[in-house]
């Protein structure tokens, strides 16, 4: 069984910044990609952005310039650091693993921007 801790949301205000954490523990033996997905209010769940075991990224056209995954393999923690943040970035992000026991999706973590 995989278990994914999400944290870092909140509410922050246009132009702000946050850092999301995941932590993902269990027998998930070998990861292949860790990342972020987002659900918008009213919207369907859409990538944000994903980290492959050997670096390669991948963001939406959306977050790129302003959004940055990383991940550090020997804690199996996945992080994601929003800066310039706009109000349109407003949804609940779900941490993502891909791993030879399956995908995984953590509970979610709100993220609001509003002044």
């Known amino acids: 069984q995989v278990q994914l801790v999400e944290s870092g949301g909140g509410l922050v205000q246009p132009g702000g910044s946050l850092r999301l954490s995941c932590a993902a523990s269990?027998?998930?033996?070998?990861?292949?990609?860790m990342g972020w997905y987002r659900q918008p209010p009213g919207k369907e769940r859409e990538l944000v952005a994903l980290i492959t075991s050997g670096g390669g990224t991948n963001y939406a056209d959306s977050v790129k310039g302003r959004f940055t995954i990383s991940r550090d393999n020997a804690e199996n923690t996945v992080y994601l650091q929003m800066n310039s943040l706009k109000s349109e970035d407003t949804a609940v992000y779900y941490c993502?693993?891909?791993?030879?026991?399956?995908?995984?999706w953590g509970q979610g973590t709100q993220v609001t921007v509003s002044s």
């Open positions: 269990g027998s998930f033996f070998s990861i292949n990609a």
């Open positions: 993502y693993i891909n791993c030879v026991a399956g995908v995984y």
